[in-house]
């Protein structure tokens, strides 16, 4: 097939981009390979007919549907856990129970799920999509601002012993 292509589908053209091959290979099947007649008499004894009738009155009644997964991709990883007990899997965190915390765990990752064994055979499963770590909010403390003097500098002001700066002037000959 390959070799049918490159023979019949591409000799003495030149193409600007890939686009272009794209636009030439979609209308050379249609307008030129799958019309053609094949000659399978002397092999098989059928008559001669296009790949567009083959594929018609043939091959499309074989054809299934596909509803199922054939393969599914698990990545086996060694993680340490930090003190909290988190790892870290593709930029998030997910949370194992206290008893692993500052220990080396053994995970495996499939698109959907985190799947832990600990050494007892218990398997831990983690939703990758909702049962990932959000830390908590901390409360801020509130800090009280006052846009009032304070009672105690109005008393300081009128302190009989306290002294104006003007005085504090006259005694060192300076401008306040």
Same mark, same amino acid.
């Given at each position: 097939? *390959?070799?049918?292509?490159? &023979?019949?589908?591409?000799?003495?053209?030149?193409? %600007?981009?890939?686009?272009?091959?794209?636009?030439? $290979? %979609?209308?050379?099947? #249609?307008?030129?390979?799958?019309?053609?007649?094949?000659?399978?008499? @002397?092999?098989?004894?059928?008559?001669? &007919?296009?790949? +567009?009738?083959?594929?018609?009155?043939?091959?499309?009644?074989?054809?299934?549907?596909? %509803?199922? #997964?054939?393969?599914?991709?698990?990545? &086996?990883?060694?993680? !340490?856990?930090?003190?909290?007990?988190? $790892?870290? #899997?593709?930029?998030?965190? /997910?949370?194992?129970?206290?008893? =692993?915390?500052?220990?080396? *765990?053994?995970?495996?990752?499939?698109?959907?799920? $985190? $799947?832990? @064994?600990?050494?007892?055979?218990? *398997?831990?499963?983690?939703?990758?999509?909702?049962?990932?770590?959000?830390?908590?909010?901390?409360?801020?403390?509130?800090?009280?601002?006052?846009?009032?003097?304070?009672?105690? =500098?109005?008393?300081?002001?009128?302190?009989?012993?306290?002294?104006?700066?003007? &005085? /504090? +002037? !006259?005694?060192?000959?300076?401008?306040?």
């Amino acid at each position: 097939m *390959v070799r049918y292509f490159k &023979e019949n589908a591409l000799p003495g053209r030149n193409f %600007d981009s890939l686009e272009d091959l794209q636009k030439w $290979i %979609d209308l050379w099947l #249609v307008k030129y390979s799958d019309v053609r007649k094949l000659s399978l008499v @002397h092999t098989t004894g059928i008559q001669a &007919e296009t790949p +567009a009738e083959r594929f018609t009155q043939k091959e499309r009644s074989e054809l299934r549907t596909v %509803d199922r #997964v054939f393969f599914t991709n698990i990545r &086996e990883e060694t993680r !340490k856990a930090d003190k909290c007990g988190l $790892i870290r #899997v593709e930029n998030r965190l /997910y949370k194992l129970p206290e008893q =692993y915390s500052n220990q080396s *765990v053994f995970i495996q990752i499939t698109d959907t799920e $985190i $799947i832990f @064994h600990d050494a007892d055979n218990k *398997v831990i499963r983690i939703d990758k999509a909702t049962s990932f770590y959000t830390a908590k909010l901390q409360e801020k403390s509130t800090i009280k601002i006052f846009n009032d003097v304070s009672p105690d =500098y109005e008393t300081w002001g009128q302190n009989s012993l306290s002294r104006s700066l003007d &005085e /504090y +002037a !006259k005694v060192t000959g300076g401008s306040w």
